[in-house]
């Protein structure tokens, strides 16, 4: 059977913090838009598996969705809908901190120090800034665009992360968070955990339905790009019955950009199912892409339904959410406020009088 556990893209060297905890786990989630089937998959689907294991930071990123104009309104709903998405997903706030990022301060003034000691070549390196920008016109490309690693990294080693479960696409991030934590911990003295990201085997990377040579993503536009988690069944099936594949006939796992349509929904289906590849091609053989392409709705629809009405009981329940929001903070608040002091303290900034303990 295929092994379906994530895996650690790199081993993890000396701990630079002697702990008594379980390791810990740090990701986020944008509000921008709809979360799709790819950050389910990708991220969503994975933490909610992990979580007894470890001590979970999951944070709703909203700092970083500013570094693209979003509509006030918009923004406010989105966050709300990603923390009942995060719970409705299985995270238990009893082995998860579920936060806003803007409500822990200490994220914005680490990104500020971080920023201060990335040198400009690291971040012209990174591919999201190079892919986001080439679609934006040249005055409407924020500086917070092009810093958004320098952010991300701070949120990472503000909690002494051990591992980021993270969608393939956000691999380049880590590698500089990793390396952003080595220069600091070198330059100052050990400072910083060095995390590691967890890619998950199966669903990595999502395609879009009608772009199966391009990522599913939240900004794209097409009605039948992506399959959103709160989706109908109806729109599901529609979506998906219109999903591009090509003029070959063999269901097969693929690699060739020319078989991509099919190789996604076949991704799509191990991702859901957790079935070994060879089942799966067996499963499919003799069959055509009608078939491929109904079954695949309906395990989608399957995996979604459990999420789905915990998400409307949720959203009926109301209030709530914002409550245990503003708890979660506070926990992080904490937590984080342990290595910036740390940090204020290397990098030379004096402390304010109040905190200074009589000797
Ligand atoms: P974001 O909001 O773009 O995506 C959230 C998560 O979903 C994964 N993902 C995908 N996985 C598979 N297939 C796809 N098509 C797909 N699209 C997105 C992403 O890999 C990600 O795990 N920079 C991050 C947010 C962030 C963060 C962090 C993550 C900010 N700070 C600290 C980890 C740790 C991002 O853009 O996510």
């Known amino acids: ?193 060095l995390p590691d990201a967890m890619i998950p085997v199966s669903g990595a990377r999502i395609m879009g339905l009608d772009t199966p040579n391009a990522k599913m993503s939240k900004s794209a536009i097409g009605e039948g790009h992506a399959i959103t988690l709160l989706d109908s069944p109806e729109v599901i099936r529609k979506k998906m019955m219109r999903a591009t594949t090509d003029s070959h006939r063999e269901i097969k796992f693929s690699t060739d950009p020319e078989r991509a349509g099919v190789n996604n929904l076949l991704t799509i289906y191990q991702a859901f199912t957790d079935e070994p590849g060879e089942a799966i091609e067996a499963h499919f053989e003799g069959k055509g892409y009608g078939d491929l392409k109904k079954t695949v709705a309906e395990a989608v629809i399957e995996g979604l339904a459990p999420l789905q009405s915990r998400y409307y009981e949720l959203v009926k329940e109301g209030g709530a959410i914002d409550e245990l929001l503003a708890k979660s903070a506070e926990r992080a608040a904490e937590v984080a406020a342990q290595t910036l002091d740390l940090v204020r303290d290397r990098v030379g900034f004096i402390r304010l009088a109040s905190k200074v303990k009589p000797s």
């Open 1 to 193: 059977m295929t092994d379906q556990s994530p895996t650690v893209a790199s081993a993890t060297d000396t701990p630079t913090v002697i702990k008594q905890r379980p390791p810990r786990i740090f990701s986020g989630i944008q509000p921008t838009g709809q979360l799709h089937i790819g950050n389910y998959l990708g991220a969503l689907k994975q933490w909610a598996q992990l979580q007894s294991k470890y001590d979970n930071f999951y944070c709703i990123v909203d700092m970083h969705a500013i570094t693209i104009p979003q509509d006030p309104q918009e923004l406010r709903e989105s966050t709300r809908r990603n923390a009942a998405l995060y719970l409705a997903s299985g995270l238990d706030p009893k082995y998860c901190t579920i936060f806003v990022q803007s409500h822990v301060a200490a994220h914005a003034e680490l990104g500020w120090i971080l920023t201060c000691l990335t040198p400009l070549g690291w971040l012209n390196r990174m591919h999201q800034f190079k892919d986001k920008s080439a679609k934006m016109q040249a005055e409407s490309i924020s500086a917070g665009l092009y810093t958004y690693p320098t952010l991300m990294a701070a949120d990472i080693l503000l909690y002494q992360t051990d591992l980021v479960p993270v969608g393939d696409d956000q691999k380049q991030h880590v590698e500089l968070t990793r390396d952003l934590a080595q220069r600091f911990n070198s330059m100052f003295g050990e400072t910083f955990t």
